[in-house]
């Protein structure tokens, strides 16, 4: 068991983990579980988040105060958002090509489709909304008997307080000035910044702030501050790879202890993975086509020194870590030590373009909106027009900027992206039994794009250590 490696240890126990579940719930020992076994998953996730944002933090200033060139750090800075908005939009784009072209919403039963319609064009008329295609269903004498039925739906799906509570922050999100992202990202209190693992943005900008004055004052006057923070930066990197050594046990616990949170009998536990199967599948295979065609397509193009197997051997614990953790941020220290020690990115580059990739590049997230947002018009018998899928490419890019690297966010700026073209966001209550189970996939998405980005990064700028790279 010790010659394996980490990877093939964090498979064994994502596995076990599963099948533990499944007779957890059949034996009836879900409140063990929550109680004995759950709380080591949370030790897990807490130690990998306390990690992170220091790791981040003295990283970010290590990798810019280290860089030959001052000027560098504006064209680095350039490359980089310009290539995680593209592979954004790429993914984007691909989840629209496939709910399309499949139409996974057209799967549910026909009865059911036109109680939803008439539920939506009750929503839409008690709200002023305008009904987005020439349908009118509501009126019709023919579906008379079930508009009760579709308004008793209406009014559950309206007094569901975890959709309520969404809906208000995505409301408080949108009506804030256009400009206050950028706000958002200047600190007003750095200590309280560090103290809040959600305000990643915030640390970054002070990070890169810090190094760049690292960079203009001469290196006599910073010479032994630098080494601290250099120091620091190990130190943080030596307790990723001691947390890593018990990381198969951790990702066990974990997952057991999802499991029996979302489920309490085996039927359940199947169910989950059954729940909205049309959809879960087509999400699925636009995650899986990133994870597998287009990223190690784009390495093999542009860094033809790694193989197809070897890119996913190398970077393979960081995306058994994202399925199991669900966040970007608790996997990043992970994520920069496969990209440096095993990819061979030249740690000042990896320093700075990771960090920055777990906060802003959101592929998966952004392409489970897209999905997802067309999945629930479909199923509620609504057309929506080449320019409202537009609209939604744009919103769910920019809203994928602003999502926070945990769990389930998504969620909250895809009631953007739905009231963006007019629908209903309460919609979201549909997939929330799934939800979970998809935002671990789609998390393995955002990750493999960070290394992905990362690597390109370093063989444009000559960073990228050959030697590495190919064994």
Same mark, same amino acid.
């Given at each position: 068991?010790?010659? #394996?490696? =980490?990877?093939?240890? @964090?498979?064994?126990? !994502?596995? %076990?983990?599963? /099948?533990?579940?499944?007779?957890? $719930?059949?034996?009836?020992?879900?409140?063990?579980?929550?109680?004995?076994?759950?709380?080591?998953?949370?030790?897990? #996730?807490? =130690?990998?988040?306390? @990690?992170?944002?220091? !790791?981040? %933090?003295?990283? /970010?200033?290590?990798?810019?105060? $280290?860089?030959?060139?001052?000027?560098?750090?504006?064209?680095?800075?350039?490359?980089?958002?310009?290539?995680?908005?593209?592979?954004?939009?790429?993914?984007?784009?691909?989840? !629209?090509? %496939?709910?399309?072209?499949?139409?996974?919403?057209?799967?549910?039963?026909?009865?059911?489709?036109?109680?939803?319609?008439?539920?939506?064009?009750?929503?839409?008329?008690?709200?002023?909304?305008?009904?987005?295609?020439?349908?009118? !269903?509501?009126?019709?004498?023919?579906?008379?008997?079930?508009?009760?039925?579709?308004?008793?739906?209406?009014?559950?799906?309206?007094?569901?307080?975890?959709?309520?509570?969404?809906?208000?922050?995505?409301?408080?999100?949108?009506s804030q000035s256009p400009l206050q992202f950028v706000v958002d990202m200047v600190p007003d209190n750095i200590f309280s910044a560090l103290s809040d693992g959600?305000?990643?943005?915030?640390?970054?900008?002070?990070?890169?702030?810090?190094?760049?004055?690292?960079?203009?004052?001469?290196?006599?006057?910073?010479?032994?501050?630098?080494?601290?923070?250099?120091?620091?930066?190990?130190?943080?990197?030596?307790?990723?790879?001691?947390?890593?050594?018990?990381?198969?046990?951790?990702?066990?616990?974990?997952?057991?202890?999802?499991?029996?949170?979302?489920?309490?009998?085996?039927?359940?536990?199947?169910?989950?993975?059954?729940?909205?199967?049309?959809?879960?599948?087509?999400?699925?295979?636009?995650?899986?086509?990133?994870?597998?065609?287009?990223?190690?397509?784009?390495?093999?193009?542009?860094?033809?020194?790694?193989?197809?197997?070897?890119?996913?051997?190398?970077?393979?614990?960081?995306?058994?870590?994202?399925?199991?953790?669900?966040?970007?941020?608790?996997?990043?220290?992970?994520?920069?030590?496969?990209?440096?020690?095993?990819?061979?990115?030249?740690?000042?580059?990896?320093?700075?373009?990771?960090?920055?990739?777990?906060?802003?590049?959101?592929?998966?997230?952004?392409?489970?909106?897209?999905?997802?947002?067309?999945?629930?018009?479909?199923?509620?018998?609504?057309?929506?027009?080449?320019?409202?899928?537009?609209?939604?490419?744009?919103?769910?890019?920019?809203?994928?900027?602003?999502?926070?690297?945990?769990?389930?966010?998504?969620?909250?700026?895809?009631?953007?992206?739905?009231?963006?073209?007019?629908?209903?966001p309460a919609w979201i209550a549909i997939i929330f039994p799934v939800d979970r189970i998809l935002d671990m996939c789609r998390t393995v998405v955002n990750v493999?794009?960070?290394?992905?980005?990362?690597?390109?990064?370093?063989?444009?700028?000559?960073?990228?250590?050959?030697?590495?790279a190919r064994s």
């Open positions: 068991m010790k010659k #394996l490696p =980490l990877h093939t240890k @964090i498979i064994i126990g !994502l596995i %076990l983990g599963i /099948i533990y579940a499944l007779f957890n $719930s059949y034996m009836g020992w879900n409140e063990f579980t929550r109680d004995w076994i759950a709380p080591f998953g949370d030790i897990f #996730l807490r =130690l990998l988040k306390f @990690i992170a944002v220091p !790791l981040v %933090l003295f990283s /970010i200033i290590s990798g810019v105060a $280290s860089l030959p060139d001052p000027s560098k750090l504006g064209r680095l800075g350039a490359k980089t958002i310009a290539a995680y908005i593209i592979t954004t939009v790429l993914s984007v784009t691909i989840g !629209l090509l %496939l709910v399309n072209t499949l139409r996974p919403g057209d799967y549910i039963a026909e009865e059911q489709r036109i109680k939803n319609r008439i539920k939506y064009e009750l929503w839409a008329e008690q709200n002023g909304e305008a009904i987005l295609d020439d349908k009118h !269903l509501l009126h019709d004498p023919q579906f008379a008997e079930l508009v009760a039925e579709a308004r008793a739906a209406l009014e559950a799906e309206q007094s569901n307080e975890e959709v309520q509570q969404r809906v208000a922050v995505a409301q408080q999100q949108k959600k305000k990643m943005l915030q640390v970054i900008f002070f990070g890169i702030f810090f190094g760049i004055m690292l960079l203009l004052l001469p290196r006599e006057k910073t010479g032994s501050l630098q080494q601290v923070i250099e120091g620091a930066n190990e130190v943080f990197l030596k307790m990723v790879e001691v947390v890593m050594n018990a990381a198969p046990f951790f990702v066990f616990a974990l997952m057991a202890g999802v499991m029996a949170s979302l489920a309490e009998t085996p039927g359940e536990v199947i169910e989950i993975f059954k729940g909205l199967l049309s959809y879960s599948l087509v999400l699925v295979l636009g995650l899986g086509l990133m994870i597998f065609v287009v990223y190690p397509g784009i390495i093999r193009i542009f860094v033809p020194e790694i193989s197809y197997t070897g890119f996913f051997r190398k970077i393979s614990p960081a995306q058994f870590l994202a399925f199991s953790t669900s966040s970007s941020a608790a996997t990043l220290p992970v994520t920069m030590e496969c990209v440096h020690d095993n990819i061979g990115v030249k740690s000042h580059i990896s320093n700075f373009v990771l960090p920055i990739g777990a906060t802003i590049n959101m592929d998966g997230t952004s392409m489970y909106q897209a999905i997802a947002v067309v999945f629930l018009a479909q199923m509620h018998m609504v057309d929506l027009t080449i320019g409202q899928q537009l609209t939604i490419v744009l919103t769910a890019t920019l809203a994928s900027i602003g999502a926070a690297a945990v769990p389930s966010a998504g969620l909250v700026m895809m009631i953007i992206v739905l009231q963006s073209v007019g629908l209903n493999t794009g960070d290394a992905t980005v990362s690597t390109l990064i370093a063989r444009s700028e000559g960073d990228l250590d050959l030697e590495i």
